[in-house]
């Protein structure tokens, strides 16, 4: 359910910066970042943004979600190891505790991906 | 021919509401007032840890609840037989508090008492192990709860708000004698993630490590001195 009020954020902050260019581009794509160690289900985040952009200025664009998977660093082992989410957490070699989280916490809007209306109207003067 | 341009974003998703809890922070912290956000899933005894909390150290603390509630003002009823201001915020269809909601509850904290007076604000959160644990509404330090009729595997299932809490309330002890559960296994299950969690195992029914929760909860007030000159003089007895 917190997918919608996070897809809100994004579609604002997305929002934000269309308002401030002068020439009001047309995006077509938005790129985020969601690491596999949050809350946030991204099957759920396309839903709400799908019906979230209807009739606005991000109706064509497609969200574009990249997962990123749960890493974590041991220090006793000095490596990186992929904890079993839901399953097992600790390192599986020396059984330490998950302490230094190096990727899965991600939750990032990255950037934006639009066609200039002025450089399609010169084009179509050709 | 349609050019496509790249703009470069790197904006946190929740930056929104981290503004906003880093805001009602630094409102707490200009009040001199420590904020605990205290969830878990639904049932598993915060509002009657918080009336225990509140006949306990009412006398010592000056507190202020915020109880976030889906629809109704059932648990705020409770918390104000204990005559301490309890602010409801009834969050609607949402399964979670948010920065922007506590900070309403901020502004009728503000405009109906005077905030600097108070030493502890407790935010009771919507019962939910999954979206709360995602929004910080600008607490000191998280305290979950986890009730032993739950299970062991729900810190394997919910990773998310047992690695972030500062402290972990096991609840309804009391239940144990009644249950196969294995206590140690729910501690191993969470020390896998969070090795430097408070754990306190506690019955509120019986009154079982309550004194230890109480401890912890005195300890996260930094202004010692300020209580201390409200405690009850025990000299002069």
Redesign the interface.
């Known amino acids: 359910?917190?997918e919608t009020?996070?897809t809100k954020?994004?579609i604002?902050?997305?929002q934000n910066?269309w308002e401030a260019q002068p020439e009001r581009?047309k995006i077509?794509q938005v790129h985020?970042t969601v690491g596999q160690?949050?809350?946030?289900e991204p099957v759920s985040l396309q839903f709400a943004f799908e019906v979230q952009t209807r009739n606005t200025f991000l109706e064509a664009a497609k969200l574009v979600i990249q997962e990123t998977p749960l890493v974590a660093f041991c220090h006793h082992c000095q490596q990186e190891y992929r904890?079993e989410?839901?399953?097992?957490?600790?390192c599986p070699e020396c059984r330490s505790?998950?302490?230094d989280i190096r990727s899965g916490r991600e939750?990032?809007?990255?950037?934006?991906?639009?066609?200039?209306d002025s450089?399609?109207s010169y084009?179509s003067n050709l | 021919m349609h050019q496509t341009f790249d703009a470069a974003l790197e904006i946190n998703l929740l930056h929104a509401n981290q503004e906003g809890a880093d805001h009602n922070r630094a409102h707490f912290d200009a009040w001199g007032i420590t904020c605990l956000n205290i969830m878990s899933s639904p049932g598993a005894g915060k509002t009657v840890l918080l009336e225990k909390t509140l006949a306990a150290l009412n006398q010592t603390l000056k507190i202020a609840v915020i109880e976030g509630d889906m629809t109704t003002e059932l648990d705020a009823d409770r918390l104000r037989q204990h005559n301490v201001p309890v602010i409801a915020i009834n969050t609607g269809r949402s399964c979670h508090l948010d920065s922007k909601m506590v900070a309403g509850g901020l502004y009728q904290l503000e405009h109906q008492y005077n905030p600097s007076d108070f030493d502890l604000v407790l935010v009771e959160n919507v019962g939910n192990l999954v979206c709360p644990a995602e929004f910080e509404v600008g607490e000191h330090a998280k305290v979950a709860l986890l009730s032993i009729t739950e299970g062991e595997d729900k810190p394997l299932k919910y990773p998310v708000m047992f690695q972030e809490a500062d402290c972990l309330l096991i609840t309804k002890m009391d239940l144990a004698p009644h249950l196969e559960i294995d206590v140690n296994r729910i501690i191993a299950n969470v020390r896998q993630m969070n090795p430097n969690v408070t754990i306190i195992p506690v019955s509120a029914k019986i009154g079982e490590g309550l004194t230890a929760w109480f401890d912890w909860l005195q300890s996260q007030i930094p202004a010692a001195e300020k209580i201390a000159s409200k405690l009850p003089d025990l000299t002069s007895a």
């Open positions: 359910m917190h009020d996070m954020a994004l604002l902050t997305v910066w581009p077509s985020l160690f949050t809350c946030v904890p989410i839901g399953v097992q957490y600790a505790p998950m302490e939750l990032k809007i990255n950037r934006i991906e639009y066609c200039s450089a399609e084009a």
